[in-house]
């Protein structure tokens, strides 16, 4: 069965500009889990979406958005980009959602945002 | 709230020995806990879980046993390789219904093993 994949895998965007990245989940997950990872942050929630709805979202601005589609890919769009949003951007799947204690999210290699 | 507070890094090991990483957390409800595990230039690779109290996951050689007095879960593997020189994460999950797809991250751990 094929993992989570995500594109583009490298992105380099300029300050202002808005970027729109792609998730698809190992199939039959419907959960979709988003990830920013920073050396200085760590690994930060951004949102959580399950039968396309968001369930869930951490504390970042209304510049990160989110949406999930029908057959469970995800894409997240930020928008007016900032040198501080440079980071790896992590998606996870799960087969429901992370509620239940068996329940474990698959993550993608991520896609690495540079903001110029 | 949720947080998991892992060992200061980074870990210089040489081959073939021991390995531990302490991994605490603090939780309101019942967390399932993980170790994730981050290789250079790549995603977070499921090492091991353990959803509840007493349960040990083990996964190519790595241990870990969910200690609910402790509040802990370290990370340990026998002998080491050069090969397991990563990033480790330790994570937490509510699993009483309110985490909604969000796992609960430590700073992660650094490890370089040398020959």
């Known amino acids: 069965k094929a993992g989570v994949t995500q594109t583009p895998r490298y992105l380099i965007k300029t300050r202002g500009q808005q970027v729109t990245l792609s998730c698809s989940p190992i199939?039959?997950?419907?959960?979709v889990s988003w990830y920013q990872q920073t050396p200085g942050q760590g690994l930060q929630f951004l949102f959580e979406?399950?039968?396309?709805?968001?369930?869930n979202k951490g504390n970042f601005p209304g510049r990160f958005s989110g949406r999930q589609f029908s057959n469970s890919r995800s894409e997240m769009n930020v928008s007016t980009l900032e040198l501080g949003d440079s980071a790896l951007y992590l998606c996870?799947?799960?087969?429901?959602?992370?509620?239940?204690?068996?329940?474990?999210?698959?993550f993608g290699p991520g896609t690495r945002l540079t903001v110029l | 709230g949720n947080s998991v507070t892992q060992m200061e890094g980074p870990v210089t090991l040489s081959e073939e020995a021991f390995l531990t990483i302490n991994c605490t957390y603090t939780a309101t409800g019942y967390p399932s806990l993980f170790w994730y595990v981050q290789y250079p230039g790549e995603g977070l690779q499921l090492l091991l879980k353990?959803?509840?109290?007493?349960d040990k996951g083990s996964n190519k050689g790595f241990e870990a046993t969910y200690r609910k007095e402790t509040t802990s879960f370290h990370l340990e593997k026998g002998s080491v390789q050069v090969s397991d020189s990563a990033v480790y994460f330790c994570a937490l999950v509510d699993a009483g219904g309110t985490s909604y797809g969000k796992l609960t991250f430590g700073q992660g751990t650094i490890l370089t093993v040398h020959p």
């Open positions: 199939s039959g997950h419907r959960s």
């Open positions: 996870a799947s799960s087969p429901s959602p992370l509620d239940r204690s068996t329940d474990t999210q698959y």
């Open positions: 979406y399950f039968s396309e709805t968001q369930r």
């Open positions: 353990a959803t509840k109290a007493d």
